[in-house]
């Protein structure tokens, strides 16, 4: 059995943050294997209106149909294959046509029109649906999973189905959004924010709200990872002011409203819940050595609607958060890369990084 603790533990090899054999490995192994984040269900709100998400080579539609469902579908013609949809998003009218030969989708998928097909005496409509992809909507946000044969979603979610009732997430909306494009290898932004071990050389606004040693962790081992921070402020939050943009989210009350609480979502999420907003971080790995960071701002919709709405405490105090994790990411992934580079030992402070190594590993190459 592996050891809880980061004792002994070691930061990974040189091949796992540069080489493309690994990359493709983890392309198949994890990110063509487990649930991927996408983002909100509010982001399709209405009829017909979808999202692209991009992983490789794929190319999924995520929409709602007319009768409220969302849907996934390959953005892949099944004619000659053509790409059906190129804006990010948008919606579709009634249907989903093809620029080439105008064959048209229903929403749900399936194939409704082909011109002229009905000269070919062996074709049926009914055998030509767009490809599905296995979706599912959690707390406000979207999964999509591209295996064959996906693990349900509530199994591979167990530790998480209602752990985060309290929050009523599903109310939230994005109030903000900043993508970044950072210089450094995916795990590298996942073991940035398994650890506060760096929070007084490198944060020094964050370490005054919540010094690093006021962290434990609920979630210890597994695919999801983290726990709670107490903030030294009283019903405070994670601002450039130290206190609250917002009233409390949902039913929270008690020490929930003292803490901020940090998630590792394996393999694309980190999720950040404060007492009046949640942050989440869409990793989006774009080589071995780029990846784009997807970081919304959610705030309870009547929060949003109040005319003296001010998210902007928030949103400064994380992007330069934000800003100062990615340059340390960058100047790791320029020291790994270095021939002169060899695994150092975590310190107990970095426990969580060591049990996000050993997920890892374990889903990449089936060992400890
Ligand atoms: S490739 Fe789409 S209709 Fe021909
Ligand atoms: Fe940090």
Redo the contacts with the bound molecule.
């Keep these: 059995m592996p050891s809880r603790s980061a004792f002994d533990a070691k930061t990974l090899q040189r091949r796992y943050y540069v080489d493309q054999d690994v990359y493709e490995q983890e392309t198949e192994r994890i990110f063509f294997d487990r649930w991927l984040f996408v983002g909100r269900a509010s982001q399709i709100a209405d009829p017909g209106a979808y999202m692209l998400f991009e992983v490789e080579s794929e190319s999924i539609i995520v929409l709602r149909d007319h009768e409220g469902s969302i849907h996934a579908h390959h953005n892949v ?1 099944r ?4 790409r059906l949809v190129t804006e990010s998003t948008g919606t579709f009218p009634k249907s989903i046509q ?1 620029g ?4 048209t989708y229903a929403l749900n998928g399936e194939l409704t029109g082909a011109p002229f097909m009905d000269e070919v005496e062996s074709f049926c409509k009914a055998n030509y649906p767009l490809l599905p992809v296995a979706v599912a909507e959690w707390e406000g946000c979207i999964f999509v999973n591209l295996s064959d044969d996906p693990k349900p979603f509530e199994e591979a979610f167990a530790p998480l189905i209602d752990k985060f009732n309290r929050w009523d997430l599903p109310r939230l909306r994005i109030a903000h959004r900043l993508v970044y494009d950072i210089a450094a290898n995916w795990k590298l932004v996942f073991q940035n924010y398994s650890e506060c071990y760096h929070c007084p050389a490198l944060h020094p606004a964050l370490n005054r709200l919540t010094p690093f040693r006021n962290a434990w962790n609920d979630l210890e081992e597994g695919p999801f990872l983290g726990g709670p921070m107490q903030m030294e402020i009283e019903g405070g939050s994670m601002t450039m002011t130290g206190q609250r943009c917002a009233a409390p989210l949902g039913g929270l009350e008690g020490e929930d409203l003292n803490r901020v609480q940090y998630y590792t979502i394996f393999p694309n999420l980190l999720l950040s819940l404060h007492p009046d907003y949640v942050l989440t971080h869409r990793i989006d790995r774009l080589a071995t050595d780029r990846t784009r960071i997807v970081c919304d701002w959610l705030f309870d919709i009547d929060a949003m609607a109040a005319p003296d709405f001010d998210p902007q405490p928030a949103i400064e105090f994380w992007n330069m958060t934000n800003e100062q994790d990615w340059m340390v990411s960058k100047l790791s992934q320029q020291g790994i890369t270095s021939r002169a580079y060899t695994p150092g030992p975590y310190a107990e402070l970095e426990s969580m990084i060591a049990a996000w190594d050993r997920e890892y590993l374990q889903v990449l190459e089936g060992r400890d």
């Design positions: 013609c004619h000659r294959g053509t093809c080439y030969h105008a064959w």
